[in-house]
């Protein structure tokens, strides 16, 4: 029996799955936390890898590995392989300013044809425009620049601080994430130097993009190390998303995707024209706010999570006329960086903790409900949907996700299915052929879309 490893580095913590390459059966796993905050010294996420892997009782027996890692995330190296300065995460918005100079500059038409995304706050390259211009001397200082699971698999090869220009050109991504920098084309596979020179003011060393599948780097050990993936290509390799799956994910963030056999590219900026870790594409919306929305009202409520959902159940559909913005940290779809939450529709009687639960739910699923729809108006086939994520396991969300968005919604058994994704790359690395794991999921009863929710949201956010 041969044995593979995914890793998921995301926002909130470091997850290891090890698994049987040819099955897929669950060995062993483990997990640690990330410090908090949309900006962070990439060292803390070493170090949670180092104790996640100790948890699950190491990698000696272990074949191949991949990293799956949050999207973005702006890493600087130096000339001698250092970070330059903390990375700043998918979810600061202090680059918005630059994001709207990158679309009046260059254009919409261009963005879309080119990338397949209009800039925002979250990516890459916004984020070394803002570098360039608030801190000028680290951009000048910065040599390399690569993305949270390029960093991590690069640390795995042992390489890191002191590696020089060797180790810049060990450097490696994979197409997935490649495709959130803003700075490299999903439609033609190459950077874009041109986005480089306007932003961080050079072109630096970039990793080499790797083909799916093909091997990155080899640790001291020998262990293979695969090409690793974005966040969300992950979790549509852990769920065997196919044309017509939907993959909707509730954690930090909210993400709706699906896979296309074709890219896409949307002036308007409500899709992200991604590829995926298999060679198609991955046009994806992606919200700022979602399970800390539940969080947040569930700390408001002095109930635990399972409480809020029991609450919510107990509520109608509408909660009575209350609707709840969920744009607390400011919102990408729609890219409204500057935004904040709020309530709509109060009055004594519709005033209850019942109703607050249920429009916590509502307005993230309305939220997910808008990016479901931007992406069926650019011709994405939609058939299913498959729904992830820690919050998935909220029979609320269950049941109001099946009666808002229309499509049937299934639900795999809980688990970590971006370091799943991963770890069935690695496996896919390993034989050269990407393998079909079993999952379980459980299918929800499909309702007709309840019009009268969406139409009260909608109508409640259109004051933006």
Same mark, same amino acid.
């Given at each position: 029996?041969?044995?593979?490893?995914?890793?998921?580095?995301?926002?909130?913590?470091?997850?290891?799955?090890?698994?049987?390459?040819? /099955?897929?059966?669950?060995?062993?796993?483990? /997990?640690?936390?990330?410090? !908090?905050?949309?900006?962070?010294?990439?060292? #803390?996420?070493?170090?949670?890898?180092?104790?996640?892997?100790?948890?699950?009782?190491?990698?000696?027996?272990?074949?191949?590995?991949?990293?799956?890692?949050?999207?973005?995330?702006?890493?600087?190296?130096?000339?001698?392989?250092?970070?330059? *300065?903390?990375?700043?995460?998918?979810?600061?918005?202090?680059?918005?300013?630059?994001?709207?100079?990158?679309?009046?500059?260059?254009?919409?038409?261009?963005?879309?044809?080119?990338?397949?995304?209009?800039?925002?706050?979250?990516?890459?390259?916004?984020?070394?425009?803002?570098?360039?211009?608030?801190?000028?001397?680290?951009?000048?200082?910065?040599?390399?620049?690569?993305?949270? #699971?390029?960093? =991590?698999?690069?640390?795995?090869?042992?390489?890191?601080?002191? /590696?020089?220009?060797?180790?810049?050109?060990?450097?490696?991504?994979?197409?997935?994430?490649?495709?959130?920098?803003?700075?490299?084309?999903?439609?033609?596979?190459?950077?874009?130097?041109?986005?480089?020179?306007?932003?961080?003011?050079?072109?630096?060393?970039?990793?080499?993009?790797?083909?799916?599948?093909?091997?990155?780097?080899?640790?001291?050990?020998?262990? &293979?190390?695969?090409?690793?993936?974005?966040?969300?290509?992950?979790?549509?390799?852990?769920?065997?998303?196919?044309?017509?799956?939907?993959?909707? !994910?509730?954690?930090?963030?909210?993400?709706?995707?699906?896979?296309?056999?074709?890219?896409?590219?949307?002036?308007?900026? =409500?899709?992200?024209?991604?590829?995926?870790?298999?060679?198609?594409?991955?046009?994806?919306?992606?919200?700022?706010?979602?399970?800390?929305?539940?969080?947040?009202?569930?700390?408001?409520?002095?109930?635990?999570?399972?409480?809020?959902?029991?609450?919510?159940?107990?509520?109608?559909?509408?909660?009575?006329?209350?609707?709840?913005?969920?744009?607390?940290?400011?919102?990408?779809?729609?890219?409204?960086?500057?935004?904040?939450?709020?309530? #709509?529709?109060?009055?004594?009687?519709?005033?209850?903790?019942?109703?607050?639960?249920?429009?916590?739910?509502?307005?993230?699923?309305?939220?997910?409900? $808008?990016?479901?729809?931007? =992406?069926? $108006?650019?011709?994405?086939?939609?058939? *299913?949907?498959?729904?992830?994520?820690?919050?998935?396991? /909220?029979?609320?969300?269950?049941?109001?996700?099946?009666?808002?968005?229309? &499509?049937?919604?299934?639900?795999?058994?809980?688990?970590?299915?971006?370091?799943?994704?991963?770890?069935?790359?690695?496996?896919?690395?390993?034989?050269?052929?990407?393998? &079909?794991?079993?999952?379980?999921?459980?299918?929800?009863?499909?309702?007709?879309?309840?019009?009268?929710?969406?139409?009260?949201?909608?109508?409640?956010?259109?004051?933006?």
């Amino acid at each position: 029996m041969q044995l593979v490893a995914g890793v998921d580095s995301s926002t909130q913590s470091c997850k290891v799955v090890i698994r049987d390459a040819g /099955s897929g059966a669950l060995i062993r796993q483990g /997990s640690a936390r990330h410090p !908090s905050g949309t900006e962070i010294d990439p060292e #803390h996420w070493w170090t949670a890898l180092q104790q996640a892997i100790e948890e699950a009782g190491g990698l000696e027996d272990v074949s191949a590995i991949s990293v799956a890692g949050q999207q973005h995330g702006m890493v600087c190296l130096d000339a001698d392989g250092a970070v330059v *300065r903390p990375a700043l995460l998918w979810n600061d918005t202090r680059s918005a300013g630059a994001a709207r100079q990158l679309v009046e500059e260059f254009g919409a038409e261009y963005w879309a044809r080119t990338l397949g995304t209009i800039p925002v706050a979250s990516l890459t390259a916004t984020k070394l425009l803002w570098l360039a211009t608030a801190e000028p001397e680290n951009a000048a200082r910065t040599a390399a620049v690569c993305l949270p #699971h390029d960093w =991590l698999s690069w640390r795995l090869a042992g390489f890191g601080p002191g /590696s020089g220009a060797e180790g810049l050109a060990a450097l490696r991504t994979d197409r997935s994430d490649a495709s959130g920098t803003g700075y490299w084309s999903p439609s033609t596979g190459e950077y874009l130097p041109e986005v480089l020179e306007r932003t961080l003011g050079h072109v630096p060393v970039l990793p080499k993009v790797l083909a799916p599948l093909e091997v990155g780097q080899l640790t001291s050990s020998g262990m &293979l190390i695969g090409p690793g993936c974005g966040d969300n290509a992950g979790a549509g390799l852990g769920v065997n998303a196919t044309l017509g799956t939907v993959v909707i !994910s509730v954690g930090t963030s909210g993400t709706v995707f699906t896979v296309s056999d074709q890219p896409t590219g949307d002036r308007s900026g =409500l899709v992200a024209g991604f590829a995926d870790a298999t060679g198609s594409y991955l046009p994806l919306a992606c919200t700022l706010n979602a399970s800390r929305v539940l969080d947040a009202t569930a700390a408001l409520l002095k109930v635990d999570l399972p409480q809020l959902s029991q609450l919510a159940l107990t509520a109608p559909a509408g909660a009575e006329g209350l609707s709840l913005i969920p744009y607390f940290e400011g919102e990408r779809t729609p890219n409204l960086p500057d935004a904040t939450g709020s309530l #709509h529709g109060l009055t004594l009687e519709n005033f209850t903790a019942q109703n607050l639960a249920r429009a916590a739910f509502e307005g993230i699923i309305c939220s997910l409900a $808008d990016g479901l729809k931007a =992406l069926t $108006d650019l011709g994405v086939l939609a058939e *299913r949907i498959v729904l992830v994520g820690g919050a998935a396991r /909220s029979v609320a969300l269950q049941e109001i996700s099946a009666s808002v968005l229309g &499509l049937p919604v299934s639900v795999p058994e809980p688990g970590e299915y971006v370091a799943d994704g991963a770890a069935r790359q690695a496996a896919g690395v390993l034989s050269g052929v990407l393998p &079909l794991w079993p999952t379980n999921e459980a299918l929800l009863a499909t309702s007709e879309p309840d019009s009268r929710v969406l139409r009260q949201y909608r109508q409640a956010a259109s004051g933006y």
